[in-house]
């Protein structure tokens, strides 16, 4: 049975697409059957894995609208072990068509557990709002990721994120934990990048991720080939990073098949 995981944060531009693209790369490259689940009407997800949004014809909206079979849906990216349930602009309007349909919160859960063991990771991506939408997504989710970036004004919103989630676990969805806080955009040589790690280190604690996201050409390049990190350059530091990050996910929940020498990659090779 497949784990679904979350990418969550309604603040933009933190790194949250590019997480969940090549956080679920990394997992089938490690020989992880992973599907990824583009739930944000910008469809970002679904163009960085090589996909036309354009050229969706049916997409999570179906899924969550019409109760249409995922299996019919899904498409295989260019990446093995990975697939795309794939989003279209009309995902817009999922949020005021689901406003009065019974279980509205739920719809997204019952659209994944008819999949959910042909994986062993789901990825969501959230779309940069509290909407229902994301609100379905964290109800279907088993846990969330909360990608937050190394700069000035890193903690707005968070705490409003945090407390949807509480939310979520009292009323919708009692078994949703958080994964873990992911640090992004980290610059080792900005005094405020070093900063912000420690204040969300001292805030958070055990909750952040060992694992940092460095700012890094290559993962602003990559979707603009349609391709992940590791599909455009798998020894740069984002596929490295993304890399460790799916290996601490495996060891945090004991689902690791490599030896201890191998859990964690050590290169540090520039871009």
Known sequence: M?????????????????????????????????????????????SGVGFDPKNVKTSVYECIIDGKDPRDIILQTSTPNLDILPAHIDLVGA?????????RERMMKGALEKIKKDYDFIIIDCSPSLGLVTVNALTAADSVV????????????????????????SRLN???AIEGILLTMYDIRLRLSNQVVEEVKTHFQSMVFDTIIQRNTKLGEAPSFGE????????SKG????????????????????????KIINITQGD
């Open 174 to 176: 009692p078994e949703l």
């Open 146 to 169: 909360v990608p937050v970036q190394c700069e000035y004004f890193a903690l707005e919103g968070l705490g409003k994120l945090l407390n949807t989630i509480k939310i979520v676990q």
């Open 239 to 262: 596929a490295i990073n993304y890399l460790n990050l799916a290996r601490e996910i495996l060891q945090k929940n004991n689902m690791t098949r490599l030896s201890d020498e191998e």
């Open 95 to 103: 949020e005021i068509e689901m406003i009065n349909l019974p279980n």
């Open 228 to 235: 992940t990190i590791i599909m455009h350059d798998a020894t």
């Open 2 to 46: 497949g784990k679904i995981i979350a990418i969550a944060n309604q603040k933009g531009g933190v790194g949250k697409t590019t997480t969940a693209i090549n956080l679920a790369a990394s997992f089938a490259v490690l020989e992880h059957r992973t599907l990824l689940v583009d739930a944000d009407p910008q469809a970002n997800a679904t």
